[in-house]
Nanobody, 121 residues
Framework: QVQLVESGGGLVQPGGSLRLSCAAS????????MGWYRQAPGKQRELVAT???????NSADSVKGRFTISRDNAKNTVYLQMNSLKPEDTALYYC???????????????WGQGTQVTVSS
């Protein structure tokens, strides 16, 4: 089995910064894409940013220039550096990883439990 454990969420004032981390562990053969989604109360889950195993990135227009996604392949960890945070960034942030488990025929998406980010004065 594979687990994803997120950390780094919390309460921050508008204009502040947070760094989210998500570490994958378990029977991992290979990790392809990793990324972050978020879900605000009453809204659908939306893509925040993704990163390939070769470190190509993609992000939502709403976070471009403010959020940076990165990964450490040796640690099976993905990060989300969030700067210039706005109240509308308040949401539950989920990480995901397309993991090929040892003994499996291919990879599939695994999800973390979510970490709350609240931006408020």
């Amino acid at each position: 089995q594979v687990q994803l454990v997120e950390s780094g969420g919390g309460l921050v004032q508008p204009g502040g910064s947070l760094r989210l981390s998500c570490a994958a562990s378990g029977m991992i053969f290979m990790i392809n894409d990793m990324g972050w989604y978020r879900q605000a109360p009453g809204k659908q889950r939306e893509l925040v940013a993704t990163i390939t195993s070769g470190s190509s990135t993609n992000s939502a227009d709403s976070v471009k220039g403010r959020f940076t996604i990165s990964r450490d392949n040796a640690k099976n960890t993905v990060y989300l550096q969030m700067n210039s945070l706005k109240p509308e960034d308040t949401a539950l942030y989920y990480c995901y990883a397309d993991v090929w488990e040892i003994g499996a025929l291919g990879g599939y998406d695994h999800w973390g439990q979510g970490t709350q980010v609240t931006v408020s004065s």
